[in-house]
């Protein structure tokens, strides 16, 4: 493996300072960010974005936090 490939990407959903909305979503795209779904009036956004990227979300100015998306298995039915 290339030691200087990108880690794996990650989904993460952002809630931002809903004032401040795009400035706050142009700033995270340039940190990494892929965005795939935005809720201005919530302030609310969803993407993707290389595992080793997520603290530097963390860091952009309006964000209020980054929480990475889980997949959860529900057992099947009896």
């Known amino acids: 493996m290339n030691k200087t490939s990108r ?3 990650v989904g993460v959903i952002l809630a ?3 004032d401040r909305f795009t400035e706050t ?3 995270l795209q340039r940190a990494g960010l892929t965005v ?7 302030g609310t956004l969803s993407g993707t974005v ?5 603290a530097a979300l963390k860091a952009v100015d309006g964000v209020e936090s980054v929480d990475q998306e889980r997949t959860i ?4 039915p009896p």
């Open 7 to 9: 880690s794996e990407p």
């Open 16 to 18: 931002v300072d809903p």
């Open 25 to 27: 979503v142009q700033a």
């Open 36 to 42: 795939t779904r935005e809720q201005p009036a919530l």
């Open 50 to 54: 290389p595992q080793d990227q997520v």
């Open 73 to 76: 298995q529900l057992p099947p």
